[in-house]
């Protein structure tokens, strides 16, 4: 399978507790991405690499939300001193550097903080 | 502030016939416009994409057009079937920086 690969697929944290993801995106994709997403909402846009750079972080993102993509390969999303709030599902999407930006999704992380 | 707007209502539509779905949008000028479907706990997955200059695409059973006069987007799926039931959304770039700012979607419900 050559899609965007996500793990852990389920995550469940006590309230203070940090939280890593992982992505793997289609391997010769340079952009990726991280959104969120909650019940009846579209994606929300979180952060965006491209390679190993990252040249766009949400102004909604807290200072608790950090991301890294190190090598220009895989990416980690990691939350700290998660809260209540920050339940959701977290996607990761990668294109390629030509074309439209069309975005190929992984099956997401679904995170639920108690 | 630039928003995107999708009927928030989900469309029931009779097995066979065409479904249509709209996309508004305020304070854009997108250089494109794009489709996706979103299946129950799983990410989106990209439909098609329209640009600025084009009037109307089409793939298989499914065409979108783009006004961006009106700025508004239609999405139809033609001779519709119950696997065609899932939410979609249309999302533009903000900014022409490779950010996606995406509607809430529209629920479509096949019955056949």
């Known amino acids: 399978d050559t899609g965007v690969s996500q793990d852990p697929r389920h995550k469940i944290t006590k309230r203070g507790q940090n939280v890593t993801f992982r992505c793997d995106p289609i391997?010769?994709?340079?952009?990726l991405y991280w959104y969120r997403q909650t019940l009846g909402q579209g994606p929300e846009f979180l952060t965006y690499f491209q390679n190993e750079a990252q040249l766009e972080k949400s102004r909604l993102l807290s200072d608790r939300f950090s991301a890294e993509r190190p090598k220009g390969s895989f990416s980690t999303l990691e939350i700290q001193r998660t809260e209540q709030g920050d339940s959701a599902m977290y996607l990761c999407?990668?294109?390629?550097?030509?074309?439209?930006?069309?975005?190929?999704f992984g099956p997401g992380t679904r995170l639920t903080v108690t | 502030s630039q928003k995107i707007e999708q009927n928030s209502e989900a469309l029931n539509i009779q097995e066979g016939k065409t479904a249509t779905l709209t996309c508004n949008y305020t304070n854009y000028s997108p250089a494109y416009l794009q489709w996706y479907r979103q299946d129950p706990g799983r990410g989106p997955v990209f439909l098609l994409l329209i640009r600025e200059n084009e009037k109307e695409k089409r793939k298989e059973r499914l065409k979108v057009t783009f006004d961006t006069t009106l700025k508004q987007s239609l999405f139809h799926i033609t001779a519709s079937q119950p696997a065609d039931s899932a939410t979609y959304l249309c999302a533009l770039e903000k900014d022409s920086n490779y950010q996606l700012i995406w509607g809430a979607g529209t629920k479509l419900i096949i019955k056949p």
């Open positions: 391997s010769e994709h340079n952009r």
């Open positions: 999407a990668s294109s390629p550097l030509a074309g439209g930006n069309e975005q190929y």
